[in-house]
Structure formats: structure tokens, C-alpha cells
T-cell receptor, first 112, second 112 residues
Framework: GDSVTQTEGQVALSEEDFLTIHCNYS??????LFWYVQYPGEGPQLLFR?????EKGSSRGFEATYDKGTTSFHLRKASVQESDSAVYYC???????????FGKGTSLTVIP | EAAVTQSPRNKVAVTGGKVTLSCNQT?????MYWYRQDTGHGLRLIHY???????EKGDIPDGYKASRPSQENFSLILELATPSQTSVYFC???????????FGHGTKLSVL
């Protein structure tokens, strides 16, 4: 079945550090890939998505590129801020069964 | 902005009791989902629905039932609550394959 794997469970960085959160997926066909962000006490909200190979999604300085060859959608940001502290989820939506699959999430803490 | 409302926000239940979590969406989305969120597991799909009158089992349906009486409402029912069902539950709605999900703020359930 379809699945999403996030390598990092917790990440701690200082402000202005470079962020990478790794996301790999397993799915047939061309799923749509998403990054969601969740702040304390709230539900996950969409950061951005991509639906085609080599498509780049971006928002608020975060970006990720859909790579079908390596089945990856890694999240990157050049310079993190304290306000970026949150949980980040990689997810995919398959084209056939209308289901969503989420990774286990990565908790990002940015130290001022 | 699409809206998904969950009630209650917090619930304390006794072991063996019946618990109903409610979700209402004003997005006119066909698809609705119930997830539970636990540390180390991320978001896991319990039940989902493609429209009024339909419910489908997700990845962890044991101990849960779902009801979709209308396009707007989707309930999660714990007939005999157990402490292992202590968790944060999220409802979401979505328009279909490749479309984003909109989440509610979550329900924190404690089963004592």
C-alpha cells in the first residue's frame, strides 16, 4: 500500500540555520504530495503541495521539489526563525482511492 | 476559508462508557476523515466517508464506528471506551483526489 516516511522525528536548530526534513514516499502512479504544518493547539494546515514530477512547491520560505525518480519530497528552508517551531507532516493523496497518507511528523524546535 | 468544526474540544470519559465525537463542515466537500494523533505515530486514519450515508474503514478502525448522516456531519463513536483510546482526534474534509484536506482544531479525549 501507499506510505510516507519521514526520517527525522525531532529537529532542534538555532535561528538562521538551514533546515532539511526528509520525506520519501511509496505509491503507484502520480500521487499529489503535500507538506502540512501544525502549531500547538491547532489542526494541521496546508503549507504547499505539488502534483507533477519536478514541480516545486513553496510557501513562507519553505520549499520542496517533487522527485519521482527518488520518490522524495524533502522540505527545506534556508534560514529558520523561532516562529517556525511546529510539527511538520509530509503527506500524499493517491489518485485512485481518494485517501490521504501522512508521515509520522517531525517536531521542529528553533532556539533563539 | 473552508471551515471544519469539532465538538467537544475536550472530553473526559470513563472506561466502558460511550463517547461520540462530532464534526461539521461548511465546505460542501464529499470526503470526510477521522484521524487520531499520538506521539511517535503521527496521524492515523480511523474512518472516512465519500458522502452522506457512506463510511469506510481506515487503517485502525477497531473499537470505533462512524456515521455520516448528511454532507455536513461526520461522527466518530466509541461504544465501549478504553484507556488506549486516549488521544487527540482530528476531523478533516476534502474535495477529492489531489485536493487538500481542511482540519478541525481537534478533540482531546481522555479515557479514565
Amino acid at each position: 500500500g501507499d506510505s510516507v516516511t519521514q526520517t527525522e522525528g525531532q529537529v532542534a536548530l538555532s535561528e538562521e540555520d538551514f533546515l532539511t526534513i526528509h520525506c520519501n514516499y511509496s505509491a503507484s502512479g502520480y500521487p499529489t504530495l503535500f507538506w502540512y504544518v501544525q502549531y500547538p493547539g491547532e489542526g494541521p494546515q496546508l503549507l504547499f503541495r505539488a502534483s507533477r514530477d519536478k514541480e516545486k512547491g513553496s510557501s513562507r520560505g519553505f520549499e520542496a521539489t517533487y522527485d519521482k525518480g527518488t520518490t522524495s519530497f524533502h522540505l527545506r528552508k534556508a534560514s529558520v526563525q523561532e516562529s517556525d517551531s511546529a510539527v511538520y507532516y509530509c503527506a500524499l493523496s493517491d489518485t485512485g482511492y481518494q485517501n490521504f497518507y501522512f508521515g509520522k511528523g517531525t517536531s521542529l524546535t528553533v532556539i533563539p | 476559508e473552508a471551515a471544519v468544526t469539532q465538538s467537544p474540544r475536550n472530553k473526559v470519559a470513563v472506561t466502558g462508557g460511550k463517547v461520540t465525537l462530532s464534526c461539521n463542515q461548511t465546505n460542501n466537500h464529499n470526503n470526510m476523515y477521522w484521524y487520531r494523533q499520538d506521539t511517535g505515530h503521527g496521524l492515523r486514519l480511523i474512518h472516512y466517508s465519500y458522502g452522506a450515508g457512506s463510511t469506510e474503514k481506515g487503517d485502525i478502525p477497531d473499537g470505533y464506528k462512524a456515521s455520516r448522516p448528511s454532507q455536513e456531519n461526520f461522527s466518530l463513536i466509541l461504544e465501549l471506551a478504553t484507556p488506549s483510546q486516549t488521544s487527540v482526534y482530528f476531523c478533516a474534509s476534502g474535495g477529492g483526489p489531489g485536493e487538500r484536506l481542511f482540519f478541525g482544531h481537534g478533540t482531546k479525549l481522555s479515557v479514565l
